[in-house]
């Protein structure tokens, strides 16, 4: 039998191009506490803090984000609405997750 192993990219490219199926409310912030939570419950990192800090630092270098004491904020309302958020979100990750194999 063929084992199906999804990674935690399929996990951030599924909640955030179908976060009303998965979430109550769908939001940009309910789609990041989830990941959030999902990526600390897996252990896919042992740091402390978030588990998306070194996404952020990487945001920051690649993109040109300024690191503010409330950047997931800034970076939802950059993009308007939820949703778009929630798909560059996905996109950004995915290019991140190229760059750094280990996450």
């Not at 192993?5 to 490219?13: H, L, P």
């Not at 945001?59 to 800034?74: M, P, Q, Y």
Request: aromatic share 18%; glycine share 8%.
């Amino acid at each position: 039998m063929q084992r199906f192993e999804v990674t935690f990219g399929d996990i951030v490219k599924t909640i955030c191009h179908h976060p009303q199926m998965y979430l109550m409310h769908g939001s940009f912030g309910e789609a990041l506490a989830f990941l959030e939570g999902y990526g600390k419950g897996r252990r896919l990192d042992s740091s402390a803090g978030s588990f998306f800090n070194p996404f952020k630092k990487w945001l920051c270098t690649h993109a040109g984000w300024k690191e503010t004491e409330d950047f997931w904020r800034s970076f939802r309302d950059s993009y308007g609405e939820d949703q778009t958020a929630l798909r560059e979100f996905a996109r950004l990750w995915s290019e991140y997750e190229v760059e750094n194999p280990s996450a």
